[in-house]
């Protein structure tokens, strides 16, 4: 009876110690997963819309003698009144990609160790190393130079705009009135046409100076008499700016969508700004491609899917940038999202292929053997 119970004993203690370092290895991985339940995610691309606009501003500075170029002049017609006025010039039209943030996903299995991705996570390649380069970041900033700086009128007058004391002024200056000064510049603009007349003609009958020194007579006389006509005919500066809208559409037609707002007072706006008036985009989705992309998509294999990769097939559609009735801008190009979504091919995910895409529209570049 005593023999009886140390052998259970001893069967227990045994049993207990061969146990022992199975329960501590459980412990070293606690609730081990039995199945592919991690992955990686990536996203399928969208087309964005990017137009450049470049713009011209034209700002004019009516001259302080406007009012006298008709008198004094024989100039007709001139603005007495300052302004500015805007003109687009140029407009082109241009795509880029981003994610998509209605097509994430993620590789499962083997799969999910052979995909290879941009910076911005979306599918680039699958079994392949693939080299990207991402698109640049736009800024788009609406402050313009101030123009009222760099249109100035100089004190051109070689007389003082003081007239000469006298006994009766009690030795005080006096300033000139606006007529006497408007007619010394006006004579002063004469005498500057006329010595620029006799040296072209060589009217004195004396030697011209070198080449060189008399182009340069001739140049400053130029100047000299354009400054003094500014003075009644006013100035003009002109800059030109260069403008980026982005706009990305969703997976239908888009029609009279505002993209930016232009005014011929304060130019390229936002389309926030009420001000000025709608500049408006149209994308039109060619549906008959996306018909037949839709019906020969579908997979009859069961297991379609099952990795969770799939690619894009773009769609077509024509762009336009419309000013009322007015186009433009116009272009054709391939819209991600426009297209159908299909499942890459599970034969094609067991390491033995390599297959490229582009990362612009999600379509597939390449599949090629190993």
Do not use: C
């Not at 640049?136 to 070689?158: E, G």
């Not at 060189?212 to 140049?219: G, H, L, R, Y």
């Not at 005919?233 to 505002?258: A, H, L």
């Not at 005014?263 to 996306?290: Q, T």
């Amino acid at each position: 009876m005593k023999t009886s119970i140390f052998t259970i004993i001893l069967l227990l203690s045994t049993a207990t110690l061969f146990a022992a370092p199975k329960d501590d290895k459980k412990k070293e991985v606690p609730g081990a997963a039995t199945g592919p339940t991690e992955g990686v995610v990536y996203a399928l691309p969208q087309t964005g819309i990017r137009v450049h606009v470049k713009a011209t501003r034209e700002r004019f500075v009516s001259g302080p003698f406007s009012m006298y170029a008709q008198k004094m002049l024989g100039i007709e017609n001139v603005p007495s009144a300052s302004g500015e006025r805007w003109n687009i010039d140029e407009m082109q039209i241009e795509t880029f990609s981003e994610p998509d943030p209605e097509q994430v996903h993620k590789a499962l299995g083997q799969a999910a160790q052979l995909v290879s991705l941009t910076e911005s996570g979306v599918l680039a390649g699958i079994n392949t190393e693939v080299k990207t380069v991402e698109s640049a970041i736009q800024t788009q900033s609406f402050l313009t130079k101030d123009l009222d700086k760099q249109v100035k009128f100089t004190d051109l007058s070689i007389w003082s705009f003081y007239s000469r004391a006298d006994s009766t002024k009690s030795f005080k200056m006096v300033s000139k009135s606006i007529d006497q000064k408007a007619a010394e510049a006006a004579e002063t603009l004469f005498n500057l046409r006329n010595s620029r007349f006799a040296l072209l003609t060589n009217a004195n009958d004396e030697p011209l100076p070198d080449g060189k020194s008399f182009e340069v007579m001739t140049q400053e006389l130029g100047k000299m008499e354009e400054n003094y006509l500014a003075l009644f005919i006013g100035k003009s500066s002109r800059q030109t700016y260069d403008f980026s809208f982005d706009f990305v559409p969703g997976q239908k037609t888009v029609k009279g969508e505002v993209f930016f707002r232009f005014s011929e007072d304060r130019g390229v706006l936002p389309k926030s700004d009420l001000s000025g008036r709608p500049i408006v985009i149209e994308v039109n989705k060619a549906d008959n491609l996306a018909a037949k992309q839709n019906g020969l998509s579908a997979s009859e294999n069961p297991e379609a899917g099952k990795s969770g990769l799939y690619y894009r097939m773009p769609g077509m559609a024509e762009i336009r940038i419309l000013d009322g009735s007015t186009q433009l801008a116009g272009a054709r190009a391939p819209i991600a999202q426009f297209g159908t979504i299909a499942p890459v091919p599970e034969n094609l995910l067991d390491g033995n292929y390599k297959l490229g895409f582009h990362p612009e529209t999600g379509a597939v570049k390449s599949i090629t053997e190993k």
